[in-house]
Every structure is written in structure tokens, then in C-alpha cells.
């Protein structure tokens, strides 16, 4: 089966590209957006190829991730000439990639697209979200938790938004769970966290 074939020609594409990442947008990453994506074409009726062919390929071009983002695109356009496939379903792949960012705000214009960003955004929050931001963290030399760019900052700037922006119904529903996790996971870190406000030894003239 063709799509099956171009499913795996990308897959080994995208291999190098993600498979040391420490920063949490590793292989496992893109495949378990992929996955998502394919999953919520098929409920929503989109189509479940360029969902996924997208899921796969969406981090191709991060700023975060690539000296030369786009270098890197315009090689992906012709990794995807070279495996001649129909130009409309090239067309519909780029879209989709295009507009996944949270970074840049943007609503994709079709829905294979939002798909994708929903499915991107769902790996962004609940326990492998966070996870993920922690890992990003450790990786970039920032702290976990204190006065300034820290990771527990970036719930606070992106991941306690994403559930409310959700374009599916699947989403939405399974969005809805991870945010309440979350917030139920922040309680418990400040409780841990904050000992100069238990029981114990009294530490609060220490650094
Ligand atoms: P997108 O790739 O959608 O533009 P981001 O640039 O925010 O979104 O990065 C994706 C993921 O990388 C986030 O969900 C988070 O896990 C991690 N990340 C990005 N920036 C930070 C940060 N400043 N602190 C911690 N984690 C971050
Ligand atoms: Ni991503």
C-alpha cells in the first residue's frame, strides 16, 4: 500500500533529526503526535494520512531546534517531491506543518492542521507535557522553580492556556482531563516545595 510506504519513508526522514533530542521533542514526540493526529482525522472525518504524514514531519523548521529552519523546510519540500506523491497531497501536508506552533499564534487554515496543532498541544500538557517542560528545562540551564524563567513559569505562560484553545472535540474532552491534572499536580509541587511553611526545623535564615 503507497501511503503505508511514504508513512515509513518519513518516519526514517524524521529519525536523525529527533532521535538524541533531550528538550523533549524527541522521536517519542512526534511519534505519539502522529498517532493523535491520525486518531482525531479519522473521528472528525479529515484525512487520516496527511494527519499523520503532519504529525510526523510538524517540528521539521522549530526555531528551537534548527540552526537553518529554513533550510530545513525547504529540504523537507523536496524530501517530499522526491517520494512522488500527488502535489495536492504535498500542498495539503505543508499547510498542515505550517501553522502548528503555539509560539506563533496562529490558527491553521485547514483541518488537517488544526488537528495536528490539537494534537501537538495535547502533548503539551497532563503528565507528559509536563514532563516535557521539565526536560526542556534541565536542558536549557533553567530552574525548576524561583523568581524568574523558570519551568514551573511556563505552566503559567503556555501549558495552563492550551486546553481552553482546542479546535476538536476529542480534544477538547481529553484537554479538559490533563488540565485538571495539572492544576492538581501544582497544589501537591508547592506543597512540597514550600517547607519553610511546615512542621520541622525552622530553616528560613538558611540560603
Ligand atoms: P511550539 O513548539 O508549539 O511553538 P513551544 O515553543 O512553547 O511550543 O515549545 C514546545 C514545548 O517545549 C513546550 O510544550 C514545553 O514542554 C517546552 N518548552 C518550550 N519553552 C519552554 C520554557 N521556557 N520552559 C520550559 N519548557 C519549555
Ligand atoms: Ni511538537
Given amino acids: 500500500m503507497q501511503k503505508n510506504k511514504w508513512l515509513k519513508e518519513i518516519r526514517l526522514y524524521i529519525q536523525p533529526f529527533f532521535k538524541d533530542d533531550p528538550t523533549g521533542h ?16 479519522e473521528a472528525e472525518g479529515a484525512d487520516p494520512f496527511t494527519a499523520e504524514a503532519a504529525g510526523w514531519l510538524h517540528d ?12 530545513a523546510l525547504l529540504e523537507m519540500y523536496r524530501f517530499l517531491e522526491s517520494l512522488e506523491m500527488e502535489t495536492e497531497t504535498i500542498k495539503e501536508i505543508r499547510l498542515a506543518v505550517k501553522d502548528v506552533s503555539f509560539t506563533k499564534g496562529t490558527v491553521p487554515t485547514t483541518l488537517e492542521g488544526k488537528i495536528v496543532q490539537d494534537a501537538d498541544r495535547l502533548d503539551a500538557i497532563g503528565a507528559v507535557g509536563m514532563a516535557r517542560t521539565f526536560a526542556f528545562g534541565g536542558a536549557k540551564g533553567q530552574l525548576i522553580y524561583g523568581e524568574e524563567a523558570t519551568s514551573i513559569q511556563h505552566f503559567y505562560d503556555k501549558l495552563l492556556h492550551l486546553a481552553s484553545g482546542m479546535h476538536t472535540n476529542y480534544a477538547r474532552k481529553e484537554a479538559e482531563k490533563r488540565h485538571q491534572f495539572m492544576l492538581n499536580y501544582l497544589e501537591q509541587f508547592y506543597r512540597e516545595w514550600n517547607i519553610d511553611n511546615n512542621e520541622g526545623t525552622d530553616m528560613s535564615n538558611e540560603q
Fill in 60 to 71: 521539521i523548521g522549530d526555531k528551537k531546534l534548527f540552526n537553518d529552519p529554513k533550510q
Fill in 26 to 41: 524527541d522521536y517519542q514526540h512526534m511519534k505519539r503526535v502522529a498517532h493523535w493526529s491520525r486518531f482525531i482525522a
